[in-house]
């Protein structure tokens, strides 16, 4: 119902020490923004802004339109839900449910309808009568959502609502926000978390903020794009080594030769690649760092292959990791191979490096324009 709109905003606190620094976010209407970061990187305090429970040090948060930097958090139209559940544990859920609606004094027929709708939605029917210490984990988060959306508010917010729960659960209602979400549609939501597999997943558009020097040196935001965008064309090391698990590998080199539509480059160990990217701004002779994602290093020597020592493997069923000897101390190489696939600790493998599976980085850490396009596959209807 509702467009969120952060201006310039920072957050800094009366040590001088900023938090926020020079964010600009346009949430659209009906979309689902995530803000994920590593711990510290001022995600939870970004969305606590949004929210009205921080104050913003400078810069502007409109919603829908409306300046609300000093407007009261329970007129900005925001329905927020908690890591920690923050239910009341000696009312019912159904109690729990209409908690707000019933401050407000509106009408028991009313209140009783939104609830059994919200009920329905989260499947709490038979719960309505328990108290939350007769519940699970995944309920009380459920009722927690439940009484965000009997408010029909404009704007969702979410503060790493699934970190308390085990894996399963965890998947189970990663699902039930996305339905939610999709049957509330009209309502812009920012979600936030740790966990990179519950942004890829839930996104339109991943917020990635920085932590540490570099909110200083470039600002708070990492990279904002959807989540392929930041898995197939991270902007800086950063963003590359953050998103993905695992993460992405990283290989220093030495280029060789730059043009518009590839680099060459030398590993230390001598081999030569070609990568497809723009490399028409750097000189031969500047160090470079090589990317490739665990899933795109292939087994054998179809193109470009490198022989690399078996250091550990990981045998998953679905899948087997190779963690061969990259030069770097406590820095493997991650293949990611067939589950059938297995390999002796000292085992010497080939492994090819694809140039249109490369990324290179320069000596600041900046990704080159990779010159390979981003294509969904169709999966084809079923007759």
Known sequence: MASIELRSVHKTYMDDVAVI????????????????GPSGCGKSTLLRMVAGLEDISSGELLIDGQ???????????VAMVFQSYALFPHISVYDNLAFGMTLAKMDKALIR??????????????LLDRKPKALSGGQRQRVAIGRAIV????????????SNLDASLRVQTRFEIAKIH???GK???????????????????ILLLNSGPAVLKEGSVAQCGSPLELYHRPRNLFVAGFIGSPKMNFLSALLLEGHADHARVQLPSGEVLDALVD????????????????????????TQPIVREVQWQERLGESTYLFLASGVANQPLVVKAPGQAHADTGQRVAISLPAAALHVFDE????????????????????
Do not use: W
């Open 364 to 383: 600041n850490g900046h990704a080159l324009e990779r010159r390979i396009p981003i294509a969904d596959t169709q999966i084809p209807h079923a007759a």
């Open 113 to 126: 309808k939104k609830v059994t709708a919200a009920a329905q939605v989260l499947q709490l029917e038979h």
């Open 182 to 184: 999709r049957d509330f």
């Open 187 to 205: 309502a812009s939501t920012i979600y936030v978390t740790h966990d990179q597999v519950e942004a890829m997943t839930l996104a339109d558009r």
């Open 67 to 77: 300046r609300m930097n000093d407007t009261q958090p329970a007129k900005r139209g």
């Open 21 to 36: 620094r020079d964010v600009d976010l346009h949430v659209k209407q009906g979309e689902f923004c995530v803000f994920v």
């Open 151 to 162: 408010r029909e508010p404009g704007v969702f917010l979410f503060d790493e609502p699934l």
């Open 279 to 302: 490399a028409s701004a750097l000189r031969p002779g500047q160090p470079v760092t090589l990317g490739i994602r665990p899933e795109h290093a292939l087994l054998g020597t179809a």
